[in-house]
């Protein structure tokens, strides 16, 4: 009896060693398991995997906010200032690929201000009026983002620009975090570029025109606030 007993201990033994020696999940713990260490008191087993993070799929569902200011560069012959003001731009994490890129789905709205020079003909082509009137582009649009390169930034949008249909584009160099540069926790990015705009319709019953500025922006990403 009792040399069954030891038989049957021995043929467990060897059985369970040649279980854990054919499982690969066992055989990677091993090569996981460098080291230890202790918290709270307890001793919990270091599991060193470099690849671990790389394989998992994050839905960090990021939006950003972008507020800035463009400085007039050029303008259309109906403005005899060229149009400077702030802008805004949210961001989405929504989006869709381009080829290699990812296109980002973006709104933008803003507010310039600059002087217009009205000028109104009649049937027979003669000049009936021409005046100066101060006038505020008010732009809205909805478009997207694409980064060719990690720190060249490029936006389009379509919509409203003044009383008329409009585009708006926007090229810049993002110059990094401002919290790195800083040494601190601030998560801000900025940006440098230009902004172009181009309208049907400048004020109602205008001309056709278009603006540049030189544009200075931060950008600062966030988690949506309507997740859980």
């Not at 603006?211 to 600062?220: D, E, F, N, Q, V």
Request: proline content about 3%; glycine content about 12%.
């Amino acid at each position: 009896m009792k040399l069954s007993i030891k038989f049957i201990f021995l043929f467990l033994c060897i059985l369970f060693s040649f279980t854990a020696a054919q499982n690969p999940d066992y055989e990677n713990y091993e090569e996981n398991v460098k080291d230890t260490v202790i918290i709270d008191g307890a001793k919990y087993a270091r599991v060193i995997d470099e690849d671990y993070f790389d394989d998992l799929e994050y839905d960090d569902g990021m939006w950003s906010i972008a507020p800035g200011y463009g400085f007039g560069l050029i303008k259309g012959s109906t403005f005899s200032t060229i149009p400077s003001g702030f802008s805004i731009n949210i961001i989405t994490p929504y989006g869709f690929d381009i080829g290699p890129f990812y296109y980002k789905i973006s709104f933008a709205l803003g507010k310039f201000e600059a002087f217009y020079n009205q000028i109104i003909i009649d049937n027979v082509g003669i000049t009936t009026g021409d005046s100066l009137i101060q006038v505020d582009p008010f732009y809205i649009g909805i478009g997207g983002d694409l980064n060719f390169l990690e720190s060249i930034y490029s936006e389009g949008h379509i919509g409203k620009v003044g009383s008329g249909l409009g585009f708006r584009g926007f090229l810049g160099f993002d110059t990094g975090n401002l919290g790195s540069a800083l040494d601190n926790d601030l998560d801000i990015n900025l940006m440098i570029g230009s902004e172009f705009y181009l309208s049907s319709e400048i004020t109602k019953g205008g001309n056709p025109s278009y603006w540049a500025t030189i544009s200075l922006r931060a950008i600062y990403s966030f988690h949506s606030l309507f997740g859980s």
